[in-house]
Nanobody, 109 residues
Framework: QLQLVASGGGLVQPGGSLRLSCGTS????????IAWFRQPPGKGHQEVAC???SEDAITSGRFTISRDNAKNTVFLQLDNLRPDDSATYYC???????WGQGTQVSVSS
């Protein structure tokens, strides 16, 4: 059974950091691209980052997506967080339209 399990969210002060994890099972992670999306309250899904099967890590601004195929896990490092980063964060396996259950990130002082 294909499955994605997101974790690592929480409450953090502005300027803080969080590391989200997306545990995968039921497929060989090394063969697939994985994306992170987020959904702020009352808004639609926004793609945050995507990592292709051939990539190890990508940094875009304050966020870094990386993968550890041996651990079947994709990570999303969120640095210098701002209140408008508050959202539920989801990982996605696009090829199968598979979504994890989401992990909540709240940035507030």
């Amino acid at each position: 059974q294909l499955q994605l399990v997101a974790s690592g969210g929480g409450l953090v002060q502005p300027g803080g950091s969080l590391r989200l994890s997306c545990g995968t099972s039921g497929f060989t992670l090394a063969n697939f691209a994985i994306a992170w999306f987020r959904q702020p309250p009352g808004k639609g899904h926004q793609e945050v980052a995507c990592i292709e099967k051939s990539e190890d890590a990508i940094t875009s601004g304050r966020f870094t997506i990386s993968r550890d195929n041996a651990k079947n896990t994709v990570f999303l490092q969120l640095d210098n967080l701002r209140p408008d980063d508050s959202a539920t964060y989801y990982c996605n396996l696009a090829q199968y339209d598979l979504w994890g259950q989401g992990t909540q990130v709240s940035v507030s002082s």
